[in-house]
């Protein structure tokens, strides 16, 4: 069997050029919906602020790593994991929230606020990490990867997006609500199908290997969604809150994570099939535990 490290997905540089597009639009669907006074009810809450970067861009990568080290997985894959790991949330957290009865209006604004601050953090924890565990340091010297330009990739994908889609719905309002109603299931479809042929594409890869990545990747969503479950326990945030955050950690933006895998390290094996494998997963984690939480909240209510 080939090692799964040498492993390269197909994925050419038109399906890349892609998924560039369609991750940019998804996010520019997402920017047109906020606005300045999500971040300024942010301000008037700091607790919810750094409670939520403490748990996604602290403790995720920080715990992640730490399992990686005991586990000790091959190398792609734990970087695959870190990847993640150092990833925003993913933009479906809010709809998952929703379905939660959890407080979506924090949902939103974590998740601007998340992806501002992954301009910097995503690059800092990848870099940060991959190069404090040795296997994955060595991976990352063998394909001479250049922070600056993995920044401003990261920039053009979801800073400028951001920016464009907050400024068209400050100056126009009912404009940016109608596209946004339209360009946000047409983008995430787009995605969707992208993925689907890229899946389809490499379904040989995935059959072969997929094994290696199915009980870590469980685990490590798991892992992610409890500890943003504790993280606001601990800071005796309401159990409104407690859900928001557990589903906020847990749902990453694997597809940024994807399209980095695919421009920097050539669709290396491990790292694209962990990174594809959690955008699969989590979908269908996170969908469970919202439903299981709005059932639950729909009984006690039934019950007042």
């Not at 709809?95 to 939660?100: I, K, Q, R, S, W």
């Not at 047409?186 to 969707?192: G, N």
């Amino acid at each position: 069997m080939q090692d799964l490290d040498q492993v390269q997905i197909n994925f050419d540089s038109n399906n890349l050029w892609v998924l560039n597009i369609a991750l940019a639009v998804v996010m520019f669907g997402v920017a047109l919906g906020i606005t300045l006074k999500d971040f300024k009810n942010l301000m008037r809450q700091p607790k919810l602020v750094l409670v939520g970067v403490l748990s996604q861009f602290i403790l995720l990568p920080l715990v992640t790593f730490l399992f990686i080290y005991f586990v000790k997985p091959q190398a792609s894959i734990a970087l695959g994991m870190m990847m993640v790991a150092a990833c925003p949330g993913g933009n479906i957290s809010n709809f998952m929230t929703h379905l939660a009865n959890g407080n979506t209006a924090l949902s939103v604004s974590l998740t601007a606020f998340s992806t501002l601050i992954a301009l910097f953090m995503t690059p800092f924890n990848f870099q940060f990490y991959g190069n404090l565990y040795e296997p994955t340091s060595q991976l990352l010297a063998s394909v001479l990867l250049n922070p600056y330009e993995l920044v401003k990739l990261v920039i053009l994908i979801l800073g400028i997006p951001l920016a464009i889609g907050m400024i068209i719905r400050y100056r126009f309002e009912a404009v940016a609500k109608n596209i946004s109603k339209a360009l946000k299931p047409l983008s995430i479809m787009v995605f969707v199908a992208i993925v689907v042929i890229a899946f389809m594409n490499n379904l040989d890869v995935f059959n072969n290997y997929i094994h290696h990545v199915l009980v870590l990747g469980i685990s490590h969503n798991v892992i992610a969604i409890l500890l943003g479950f504790l993280v606001a326990k601990g800071f005796k945030l309401s159990f409104k809150n407690q859900k928001t955050l557990a589903i906020e950690t847990g749902i990453q933006n694997s597809g940024l994570g994807l399209l980095l895998i695919f421009t920097f390290f050539n669709g290396l094996g491990g790292m694209a099939i962990m990174a594809a494998f959690w955008g699969i997963w989590h979908i269908i984690s996170g969908l469970i535990l919202a439903y299981y939480w709005s059932v639950k909240t729909k009984k006690q209510e039934a019950l007042v």
